[in-house]
Each structure stands twice: as structure tokens, then as C-alpha cells.
């Protein structure tokens, strides 16, 4: 079964630094994801992306955070400068051609990231 | 208000026993609901989807009562491999993400 993809599984980082996280999402899917998830607490949604641009995001997902597609396989997330409070699981998901309202998504085995 | 709450547990069954959980949602205009399931530092995964009819998948059953704004899932005969942490997930008319609940989680005793 086609699997969605996240590199690195743990990245430390020195707070105020800039980090990259990975995503290779199902192959023939349209739409992609980032959430989010401190340790001990729920899921919480940052960004979607379809056809090349941002379609939603949340308040979470401010100037710092940004989001890109620069092949036809890669996905990545940026933090631009990292604070203590960025430490947590980073999930990359996606879905096929109908959107997250009417199918369920593909999550990655996620990132963990601790800031120092 | 949150979009989606849900009973923290944790529940701690013995081997064989059925379980419950609940789940509600605020927003009326939600349209898709999900149980997704999630072991300890893993990512969510999709679990069932709940219809409005309610459905059965095995020894899981999920129910839906949109004008309660209620969604359950039911497991019987609970086995070891069942203890995780069970999400309950929303999605809305027109929006393009999903809102998880903060999840219960359940522990399944030999």
C-alpha cells in the first residue's frame, strides 16, 4: 500500500534556527497537509495545499511557517526562526481527489522536533 | 468552544469487555466524521468512517445522531492490540482540514 513519507523522524534544533521538514506524499494525491501535535495534547491542523498554493490554513500557522512543493514529490514545511513552544510531532498527510471533507487522509510516520 | 470534545479516559478495560465511547461536535454544519486511531509517538490512522445509517466494521461500531451532534464507538470483545488512543474527527461543509478531538484513550488489561 502506497505510503506517505517523512524525513528526517527526529530533528534537534537550537532555538531561532531555521528547519525543513519532509514530506513525500502518495503519489497520485491532490491535496496535502501539515499538522501538528505537542506532546500530550490533540492534533491541530496548520496548513492544506491544492494545486499549488495554500487553500487554508490556521491561526498556528503564522509568518514563521511556511510551506512549499518544489518537484512533483516533495512537500516540505519551513520554520523560519524555531521557539520552544515549535517542539512537537509534525504530521504530513494527504488525500486523493476529493478533498479532506469527503475522505479520510494518509498520515506520515511524522517528525519529531525539540527545540533547544 | 471546541469543535470537537471528547472524554479523555483513561479507560482501562479487562480482555473481553466492551467499551464505549462519545464524542460531540459543535458545529452543526459538519459533514464528515471519522474514527481514527492512534498509538503512542505514531501518527493517526483511519480507523472507520461513520455513517449516518451507523455501521459495523468486525468487533467496532460507529453511530452518528447529527441532531444530538453525537458520534460513538463501540468495541467489543476488547483485545490486548486494542489499546491506543481513539480520535474523533470532524470535518465541515466547504472547509478543507479535519478538527480532532484531544482523543481517549483506552487500556485493555490481560
Known amino acids: 500500500e502506497p505510503e506517505v513519507t517523512q524525513t528526517p523522524s527526529h530533528q534537534v534544533t537550537q532555538m531561532g534556527q531555521e528547519v525543513i521538514l519532509r514530506c513525500v506524499p502518495i503519489?497520485?494525491?491532490?491535496?496535502f497537509y501539515w499538522y501538528r501535535q505537542i506532546l500530550g495534547q490533540k492534533v491541530e491542523f496548520l496548513v492544506s495545499?491544492?494545486?499549488?498554493?495554500?487553500?487554508?490554513k490556521s491561526e498556528i500557522f503564522d509568518d514563521q511557517f511556511s510551506v512549499e512543493r518544489p518537484d512533483g514529490s516533495n512537500f516540505t514545511l519551513k520554520i523560519r526562526s524555531t521557539k520552544l513552544e515549535d517542539s512537537a510531532m509534525y504530521f504530513c498527510?494527504?488525500?486523493?481527489?476529493?478533498?479532506?471533507?469527503?475522505?479520510?487522509?494518509?498520515f506520515g510516520n511524522g517528525t519529531r522536533l525539540t527545540v533547544t | 468552544r471546541k469543535e470537537v470534545e471528547q472524554d479523555p479516559g483513561p479507560f482501562n478495560v479487562p480482555e473481553g469487555a466492551t467499551v464505549a465511547f462519545n464524542c460531540t461536535y459543535s458545529?452543526?454544519?459538519?459533514?464528515?466524521f471519522f474514527w481514527y486511531r492512534q498509538d503512542c509517538r505514531k501518527e493517526p490512522k483511519l480507523l472507520m468512517s461513520?455513517?449516518?445509517s451507523g455501521n459495523e466494521d468486525g468487533r467496532f461500531t460507529a453511530q452518528l445522531n447529527r441532531a444530538s451532534q453525537y458520534i460513538s464507538l463501540l468495541i467489543r470483545d476488547s483485545k490486548l492490540s486494542d489499546s491506543a488512543t481513539y480520535l474523533c474527527?470532524?470535518?465541515?461543509?466547504?472547509?478543507?482540514?479535519?478538527?480532532f478531538g484531544t482523543g481517549t484513550r483506552l487500556t485493555v488489561i490481560p
Open positions: 461513520v455513517y449516518s
Open positions: 474527527v470532524v470535518t465541515q461543509t466547504g472547509a478543507n482540514n479535519l478538527f
Open positions: 498527510a494527504s488525500i486523493g481527489d476529493r478533498g479532506a471533507s469527503n475522505s479520510p487522509l494518509h
Open positions: 495545499f491544492y494545486n499549488n498554493e495554500i487553500s487554508e
Open positions: 458545529n452543526s454544519a459538519s459533514q464528515s
Open positions: 503519489s497520485n494525491h491532490l491535496y
